[in-house]
C-alpha cells in the first residue's frame, strides 16, 4: 500500500490561500489520490481527486506533478470554518478501493 | 446524493453487551462498503471490507469475532461489537463505495457512531 505523508499541522488567516503537500513516494500506476475533509465527530468529506496534472472543483484545487510522487491541495481564501483535519489517501491500486488514511493534517483558520 | 447514514449517532452500553451498528447507502447501492474505528486525535483506522453477500475481509489485527459484520443486502451493512469493554469505546465511521463511479476509489463516510462502554 502506498504510504502518505503530510505535515501534522498547519495555521493560516481567513482570506489567504492555504496549500497542503502530500508525498506518496510508493503511488502506483493505476492508484488515484484523495483528499478528504473531516470536522471533529464527524465522517470524513471528500473534497477532491485525481489522477495527474490538475484537477479543481468549486472547493479546491489539486495539483499533481508528472512523477505523482506528491501531490498539493489547494484551498482558496480559507475561512474559519475551513478549520478540519485533511487526510491524503491514494487507492491500493486493485478494485477493492480500499482506501487507508495516514496522519492527516490539522488546518487551523485564525481569524 | 451519495449519502450514508449510521445508527446509532450515540451509544452507551454496560461492559459484556453487544452493540449493533447500521450504516446505510440512502440513494444509491453499494456492493462495498467499509468500518472504520477512530480515536481521539487519532486518524481513522480501516477495521474490514464488508462485501455484500459474502463474509466481509478484516484488516490484520482486527478480531472477526469480535466485530461481526453482516452485509446483507446493498444498502445496510451493519457491525456488531461483541462483548464489549472500555476500551472498545470509540468513534466507529462506515463508508460506501458507489461502483458504478468512474472515481473507482470515491467513498462516502457516514456521519460516525460513537460508542461508550462503562
Known amino acids: 500500500l502506498a504510504k502518505t505523508t503530510q505535515p501534522i499541522s498547519m495555521d493560516s488567516y481567513e482570506g489567504q490561500e492555504v496549500n497542503i503537500t502530500c508525498s506518496h513516494n510508493?503511488?502506483?500506476?493505476?492508484?488515484?489520490i484523495t483528499w478528504y475533509q473531516q470536522f471533529p465527530s464527524q465522517g470524513p468529506r471528500f473534497i477532491i481527486q485525481?489522477?495527474?496534472t490538475k484537477v479543481t472543483n468549486e472547493v479546491a484545487s489539486l495539483f499533481i506533478p508528472a512523477d505523482r510522487k506528491s501531490s498539493t491541495l489547494s484551498l482558496p481564501r480559507v475561512s474559519l470554518s475551513d478549520t478540519a483535519v485533511y487526510y491524503c489517501?491514494?487507492?491500493?491500486?486493485?478494485?477493492?478501493?480500499?482506501?487507508?488514511f495516514g496522519q492527516g493534517t490539522t488546518l487551523q483558520v485564525k481569524p | 446524493g451519495a449519502v450514508v447514514s449510521q445508527h446509532p449517532s450515540r451509544v452507551i452500553c454496560k461492559s459484556g453487551t453487544s452493540v449493533k451498528i447500521e450504516c446505510r447507502s440512502l440513494?444509491?447501492?453499494?456492493?462495498?462498503m467499509f468500518w472504520y474505528r477512530q480515536f481521539p486525535k487519532k486518524s481513522l483506522m480501516l477495521m474490514a471490507t464488508?462485501?455484500?453477500?459474502?463474509?466481509?475481509?478484516?484488516e490484520q489485527g482486527v478480531e472477526k469475532d469480535k466485530f461481526l459484520i453482516n452485509h446483507a443486502s446493498l444498502t445496510l451493512s451493519t457491525l456488531t461489537v461483541t462483548s464489549a469493554h472500555p476500551e472498545d469505546s470509540s468513534f466507529y465511521i462506515c463508508?460506501?463505495?458507489?461502483?458504478?463511479?468512474?472515481?473507482?476509489?470515491?467513498?462516502?463516510f457516514g456521519p460516525g457512531t460513537r460508542l461508550t462502554v462503562l
Open positions: 463508508s460506501a463505495r458507489e461502483t458504478t463511479r468512474s472515481s473507482y476509489n470515491e467513498q462516502f
Open positions: 510508493n503511488i502506483a500506476t493505476n492508484d488515484y
Open positions: 485525481g489522477y495527474k
Open positions: 489517501l491514494v487507492g491500493e491500486g486493485s478494485n477493492t478501493g480500499k482506501l487507508i
Open positions: 440513494d444509491f447501492q453499494a456492493t462495498t
Open positions: 464488508s462485501n455484500e453477500g459474502s463474509k466481509a475481509t478484516y
